[in-house]
């Protein structure tokens, strides 16, 4: 199947600071890609879905200027955190949908392992 | 998009079937019943999807109901490491893939 990777892993920064993760299709071309938050014990939230070669689209209550998002190829997404602080340590996670099959696969995603941040 | 709703803990036996229950009596003709799961501390893996008709695949069984309320998943012969978040999304064709999770079943495989 189609692979998403995710770098870093694992980051930890001291507030105030900023963060760039990047995730990055590996055998296939994304025209679109998503990112999610997760905290601890909860579920995945959808925090913006990125499409190539133009703005993202930011999920209600998710402050742009914060997560800045470029998708500036068909393989690579980049979320930056600018300015972070504890409140934003979280787990990132994006994905990546591949259109081929039609309609009924356009909701067939492949995640990416994920990154855990960490803000001091 | 529908919402679903899924027992918050399962158990299974490993080498036994187990079935993941799922209502989401709310559906429309137009949406999906996909699966997906989370293994602690990974990113989430798609599992199947499926309309009405049952599904199956290298990895599990996707049983629809008639009236579309309901669906089950089913991992044939689960092993420890099927153990993981469960989650079942419906989502129409069209939503470009914004995906909702909700809190999902935690299966626990006991060998």
């Known amino acids: 199947g189609a692979v998403v990777s995710q770098h870093p892993s694992r980051v930890i920064c001291k507030s105030g600071t900023s963060v760039k993760i990047e995730c990055r299709s590996l055998d296939f071309q994304a025209t679109t890609m998503f990112w999610y938050r997760q905290f601890p014990k909860q579920s995945l939230m959808l925090m913006a879905t990125s499409n190539e070669g133009s703005k993202a689209t930011y999920e209600q209550g998710v402050e742009k200027d914060k997560f800045l998002i470029n998708h500036a190829s068909l393989t690579l997404s980049t979320l930056t955190v600018t300015s972070a602080h504890p409140e934003d340590s979280s787990f990132y996670i994006c994905?990546?949908?591949?259109?081929?099959?039609?309609?009924?696969?356009?909701?067939?995603?492949?995640f990416g392992p994920g990154t855990r941040l960490t803000v001091l | 998009d529908a919402k679903t709703t899924q027992p918050t803990s399962m158990d299974c036996a490993e080498g036994r079937a187990a079935n993941l229950p799922c209502n989401h009596s709310t559906i429309s003709g137009n949406e999906y019943v996909y699966w997906y799961r989370q293994i602690h501390s990974q990113g989430p893996q798609y599992i199947i999807h499926g309309l009405k008709n049952n599904e199956t695949n290298e990895m599990a069984s996707l049983i629809i109901t008639e009236d579309r309320k309901s669906s089950t998943l089913i991992l044939p012969h689960a092993t420890l490491r099927d153990t993981a978040v469960y989650y079942c999304i419906v989502i129409s064709g069209t939503s470009y893939g914004k995906l909702t999770f909700g809190q999902g079943t935690i299966l626990t495989v006991h060998p």
């Open positions: 994905s990546a949908r591949v259109l081929a099959g039609g309609p009924s696969s356009y909701n067939e995603q492949f």
